[in-house]
């Protein structure tokens, strides 16, 4: 990697925000008066906890937030000038382009329908909103043929793949010339195969003079091709560094603090040493995504008694359409599931009977199936536990919402307010600690942690594993987030296009699985 | 059965009607806004219709200036009138985080009401409306039919094949998105409402001084703005799939009556038979690949705010 | 200059309150500015609701109007907009003057008074669940959205009960009137009391609303016992709390395993029984029989409700208050009888007006509206 500072470039700031704060609905402050200047031609590494303020910052800047106070500088012509970014257009006119981990397209548009509309917005080219769709259809093809890369633009943007995605709006970025690419998360969970194809287009950028923001909360990417690391913690900013300069010890310190540094271990945790009987036994599977497109293509898989089973892959693989299909949510095309040594075949009983059985369910999509926010604690609760009752036993419930809450640490101000008012992190806890009660037979739980910041994460970790030790319960793990794999399971599987591949060991070594993870 | 020319000015007339009220009803309701005001917007309309054309024409006359001449002049402005009702549900729907379903049945309510007020004096009058209605003369007839089709297919290239349609669709299939890159979700669906409220306009009027020929406060009774929005539902809002369906069941409510001398119906039972129609489209649409295939908007009808949350 | 939406930080339980007042007040302004364009004079307006707030007549109202706004917040709450209720009110009254003037007409064939009331009252929640179900089965398994379906539904069962009217259950002592005959006499819920209001204002409106109370007596009960049902379903009975996070979010409900179209069913039913059993104690108690041309003749109870249960925020104990106020409003415009429009067009305009301002103001309840100068 080269060094930052260019022989025939001076280090001049493009853009310098200046006591930025922010803070939301609850109290919370995401942002304190955080100061940072971004640099012509540099890769900068903005680093944190989840929850730390770093997507936060990075959606002020690009126009999707207002901060409550602070200022954004960005350079013109003559020097730095004062701007407000009001909107996501406003900040793509002054150069600023984000890189979401969702990717930001409209899934039953084309790929050039969606990016028309950035082209018109911005009159890229001489395209405006009157402009008709072959013409700008000429206009693209002649940009990604000078980038070298190949891809049906007439596509619809559902049937392409997440790392497809994430290449479209790189190549938005490119095409509408911003000076500044803010990618929140989005290579995180990359296999480091994936992740190479864009840092070179990274790379090819800085060269140019543009500057890249990558956040992250992962300290090996961050130091991967950064030239300067920036650290949050809580809301404000405690470090900027020259990344040849530090180590990543130095890196975690700055992140969570000495005391907390200490409380995240990344051990692997141990396991059982003999399973019990077969669980949840998958046969053959075929499943269906919400555009009719088969996702699950004839998977098996067996999870054991006391067993923690973790599918690792790149999201959008099918792994939320098969965990659906296993817990009865999802209509299963073709094949066999069953649950509890074949008492239950899923395909002919109900997403009810599975879960009167004993199976917790953590969702993929949270706030979908997973909670619902009018609610308060308690009759989120409720539903789950009485389940065979017509009267709600009310007392009984609210002693359980107690006990959940105080173990988990949820914060909250009581149990009967309503879960909106909650923290992300909080609403996650109470659906975790939840659904770790309802499984009394097999959890099956998508992402887990993720949006947790580390300490409360390796905790949700530590009750899973528990649960499976020491109560016997299969655990089927789905994570997009392969340290997380890595960690707690005992069988490992990848996902990949809607076949899995393995059984392998967790001593397996890290790139033989992202290996699978790419194909 | 003989065909006399008159079943075919009648038919191409009731098709015309419907097609544009459905038409325009699509094009809105496209960008992602729920219509249930349809039904009383369509009646409103034909009041202020017949609120306008008996002066404007009064006058014109006096001028010396031929009448049909204040039968269009009334076509257009009961669609710059609608666009006005557009503009307003277009702007409140997008702006405020407000319950768009809400919106539209109050709209409807007061739809019926005010089209009854608007219509009042001329009830009163006891004027025939047939004397300021468009002749029966085939060219008429074939001119409207012309104009309804091309403007059916003008839309259909606005709508999939400009950069402005991509951008109306997008704010009907995801509005946040379509933010992040680079629309203005709240000119685009003032545009998109517009547009289709002035073609919703044209077809109500068209269905007084074309159709109908005749008005009367009981044409809130009739239904047929629910027709019109199932005929849309049913074609996935696409311009050109709208015209046989428009066909079809504008022919049927045109032959409602025809129906009713040949069956011996009572006229309660006949004046079930649109309602009867909407409901059976609405479960050949619901209960088959139909439904699949002609989705609706995945945005339609769900409040647009610019979230912030934590996670 | 533009504005901003921006989500409240806290909320208060009053503010909910007081926006609501204000788009009462708004809502009323509008309908007073068109009344004005009919040549009515907002005074005038104005004197008729002051004079309808305290008058006796709104007791019948008000009781209808409370039954059948618990109704509507059971679906309502289950965000399932049941604007059928003008169809399942009506469609209810079938049975009732099947059984009073056909099966068990006193003249042919008696039958013990509470025995008929009883048959009466049971198939009239019978037939109010079954219609409200057809556009219940539309939603859920169809999923065709459920306004449009019930409001076709009720402009079937319009002229399905005209149809009737007309044929089969076409009255024989009607004087010349296109109606079914009249409820005999035995069969009706009514308590008169014979008495003649004297003393000074005080006491002649309390003898009023004594005497309309006990002519009511049938919706009195009614009325009560559907708020306290309401009350203890919510409170206590499981679907009522599956109902309400059907409202908030079915997905959740999917994933616990709760089949969301058996609620959809459910909702709508249990609200098209309390609405069908309203209709069947309305007829016994007041309408004494089911007029021809129906649609021009309703009071508009059905849409009427809708408003009621808006107002009321979907909060039972605001469903008698919300009642009130719009049974205030609908005698005053009844006694107004402007531009020609009969009593359901009347209707219309109250409630078009009340429930657009509401609509829109609502947001402020949860939302801020700030100014940013640019």
Redesign the interface.
């Known amino acids: 990697m080269s060094n930052y500072r260019h022989k025939n470039r001076e280090n001049v700031v493009l853009l310098s925000a200046r006591n930025i704060s922010k803070s939301f609905p609850g109290g919370v402050v995401a942002l304190d008066r955080v100061s940072l200047d971004l640099y012509a031609g540099e890769i900068l590494a903005l680093v944190g906890e989840n929850g730390s303020g770093k997507s936060t910052l990075v959606k002020i800047l690009c126009g999707v937030y207002v901060p409550d106070s602070g200022e954004i500088y960005v350079r013109e012509h003559e020097g730095l000038r004062r701007v407000t970014i009001s909107s996501p257009v406003d900040a793509m006119i002054k150069g600023i382009v984000m890189v979401s981990q969702i990717p930001q397209l409209v899934d039953n548009l084309t790929i050039i329908e969606n990016i028309s509309l950035t082209l018109a917005s911005l009159r890229i080219r001489g395209a405006n909103f009157y402009s008709s769709l072959s013409k700008i259809s000429k206009i693209m093809s002649e940009e990604f043929e000078k980038i070298g890369i190949k891809i049906d633009l007439n596509e619809k943007v559902y049937n392409l793949t997440y790392t497809q995605k994430q290449l479209v709006e790189i190549l938005r970025a490119m095409i509408i010339n911003a000076r500044i690419i803010l990618i929140d998360e989005a290579l995180t969970y990359l296999p480091i195969l994936e992740k190479k194809r864009f840092y070179q287009l990274l790379l090819n950028l800085r060269e140019t003079g543009k500057s890249i923001v990558l956040v992250t909360h992962k300290i090996p990417e961050a130091m991967e091709i950064s030239d300067r690391i920036a650290v949050l913690k809580t809301g404000r900013l405690v470090s900027v560094v020259n990344t040849r300069e530090v180590t990543p010890e130095y890196i975690r310190t700055a992140m969570f603090g000495e005391e907390r540094a200490k409380q995240v271990r990344y051990s692997r945790l141990e396991s059982k040493s003999v399973y019990g009987e077969e669980r949840i036994v998958v046969k053959e599977l075929r499943v269906e995504d919400d555009y009719g497109r088969e996702v699950v293509k004839g998977v098996d898989l067996v999870v054991r008694a006391g067993e923690i089973v973790g599918i690792a892959g790149i999201t959008g693989n099918g792994q939320r359409e098969l965990a659906e299909a296993i817990v009865g949510l999802r209509k299963v095309k073709s094949g066999e599931i069953y649950i509890n040594s074949n008492s239950v075949n899923v395909k002919n009983a109900g997403i009810k009977d599975i879960r009167e059985l004993g199976v917790g369910f953590i969702p993929d999509r949270l706030f979908e199936h997973g909670i619902s926010l009018e609610e308060d604690i308690v009759e989120n609760i409720a539903v789950s536990v009485a389940r065979r009752d017509m009267i709600i036993p009310w007392s009984l419930i609210e002693k359980i919402s107690s006990d959940l809450v105080s173990t988990f640490q949820v914060v909250t101000p009581s149990i009967k307010t309503p879960t909106k008012y909650l923290s992300g992190g909080n609403v996650l806890k109470v659906i975790v600690a939840r659904e770790l009660e309802a499984a009394k037979k097999a959890l099956i739980a998508c992402n887990p942690t993720r949006t947790l910041d580390e300490v409360s994460a390796m905790y949700v970790r530590e009750k899973i594993k528990n649960k499976a030790v020491s109560e016997n319960i299969a655990v089927l793990l789905i994570s997009e987030d392969l340290d997380e794999i890595l960690m707690i399971s005992d069988t490992i599987y990848v996902m990949n296009t809607g076949k899995l591949y393995g059984p392998l060991t967790p001593e397996t070594p890290r790139e033989e699985i992202e290996k699978l993870m790419v194909m | 059965m003989e065909i006399e020319p008159v079943f075919i000015f009648r038919l191409i007339a009731a098709f015309t009607t419907m097609y544009l009220i459905a038409l325009g009803h699509s094009v809105f309701e496209k960008s992602g806004i729920l219509n249930l005001s349809i039904d009383g917007v369509f009646f409103l309309l034909t009041g202020v219709v017949v609120s306008i054309v008996v002066p404007l024409a009064d006058i014109f006359s006096s001028l010396g200036l031929p009448v049909i001449l204040a039968t269009t002049l009334t076509v257009i402005t009961t669609g710059l009138i609608a666009v006005i009702i557009g503009v307003f549900m277009a702007w409140t729907l997008t702006k405020l985080p407000v319950g768009q379903g809400s919106v539209g049945l109050a709209l409807m309510f007061l739809g019926y009401g005010l089209g009854i007020i608007a219509g009042y004096e001329i009830r009163l009058g006891g004027v025939r409306i047939g004397l300021y209605t468009y002749p029966e003369s085939l060219n008429i007839y074939v001119v409207f039919l012309i104009i309804a089709l091309s403007t059916g297919i003008i839309t259909h290239i606005l709508l999939n094949k400009t950069v402005i349609g991509a951008a109306i669709r997008a704010c009907g299939e995801n509005p946040h998105v379509a933010l992040v890159l680079g629309v203005n979700v709240l000119k685009t669906r003032i545009i998109a409402s517009i547009i289709g409220f002035f073609i919703m306009g044209v077809g109500a009027s068209l269905f007084v001084l074309l159709w109908q020929k005749y008005w009367d406060i009981k044409i809130y009774l009739l239904g047929y703005g629910w027709l019109a929005f199932t005929i849309a539902l049913a074609a996935g809002r696409h311009p050109l799939v709208l015209i046989p369906l428009a066909l079809l069941f504008g022919g049927l409510v045109e032959f409602n009556i025809r129906l009713k001398t040949t069956l011996g119906l009572q006229v309660d039972l006949a004046k079930m038979i649109p309602f009867l129609a909407t409901l059976a489209l609405m479960t050949i649409y619901g209960s088959t690949r139909l439904r699949k295939i002609f989705e609706p908007p995945r945005s339609l009808g769900k409040v647009f705010y610019r979230e912030e949350r934590t996670v | 200059m533009?504005?901003?939406?921006v989500?409240?930080?806290?909320t208060f339980k009053y503010q909910a309150w007081i926006y609501t007042a204000m788009s009462l007040f708004l809502g009323i302004l509008v309908y007073l500015i068109?009344m004005a364009?009919?040549g009515i004079s907002p005074v005038n307006v104005l004197v008729n609701v002051a004079k309808s707030f305290i008058s006796p007549n709104i007791v019948k109202d008000f009781l209808v109007l409370t039954a059948m706004g618990c109704a509507l917040l059971i679906s309502f709450r289950a965000a399932l907009?049941n604007?059928g209720g003008e169809g399942q009110f009506y469609m209810a009254m079938i049975p009732g003057a099947i059984f009073t003037l056909i099966v068990f007409n006193p003249q042919y064939n008696p039958a013990p008074p509470p025995i008929v009331v009883i048959l009466v009252a049971l198939s009239g929640m019978f037939i109010g669940a079954l219609w409200a179900l057809l556009a219940a089965l539309?939603k859920a398994?169809?999923?065709?959205d459920e306004?449009?379906?019930t409001?076709?539904l009720n402009?079937?069962a319009y002229?399905?009960i005209?149809?009737l009217v007309?044929?089969p259950l076409k009255g024989r002592y009607t004087y010349g009137y296109l109606r079914t005959d009249e409820i005999p006499g035995i069969y009706r819920l009514n308590i008169k009391l014979h008495v003649i209001p004297r003393g000074d204002t005080l006491q002649v409106f309390l003898q009023s609303m004594v005497a309309q109370l006990a002519y009511y007596i049938a919706l009195l009960v009614l009325a009560i016992l559907i708020y306290v049902f309401t009350w203890w379903f919510f409170k206590?009975?499981?679907?009522g709390?599956?109902i309400?996070?059907h409202?908030?979010?079915p997905?959740?409900?999917?994933?616990?395993?709760?089949?969301t179209k058996h609620i959809t069913l459910l909702a709508m039913a249990i609200s098209g029984a309390i609405i069908g059993l309203t209709g069947s104690t309305y007829l016994l108690s007041e309408l004494g029989r089911i007029p021809y041309e129906l649609?021009r003749q309703t009071a508009g109870y059905g849409?009427l409700a809708?408003l009621v249960a808006?107002l009321s925020l979907l909060d039972y104990r605001m469903v008698p208050i919300s009642a009130y106020i719009v049974s205030s409003l609908r005698n005053a415009g009844i006694a107004l009888q402007a531009?020609?429009?009969g009593g359901a067009?009347?209707t219309?305009?109250l409630?078009?007006?009340i429930?657009?301002t509401?609509?829109?103001i609502?947001?402020l309840v949860?939302?801020e509206v700030r100014i940013a100068w640019?």
């Open positions: 533009r504005l901003i939406v989500k409240r930080k806290t068109i364009f009919c907009w604007i539309f398994y169809l999923k065709i306004v449009p379906v409001l076709i402009y079937i002229y399905t005209n149809y007309y044929g206590y009975c499981k679907i709390l599956y309400k996070i409202g908030s979010n997905g959740y409900l999917q994933a616990q395993g709760v089949n649609e849409y809708v808006w531009a020609g429009l067009e009347q219309f305009l409630i078009g007006s429930l657009l509401y609509s829109i609502r947001f949860d939302y640019k």
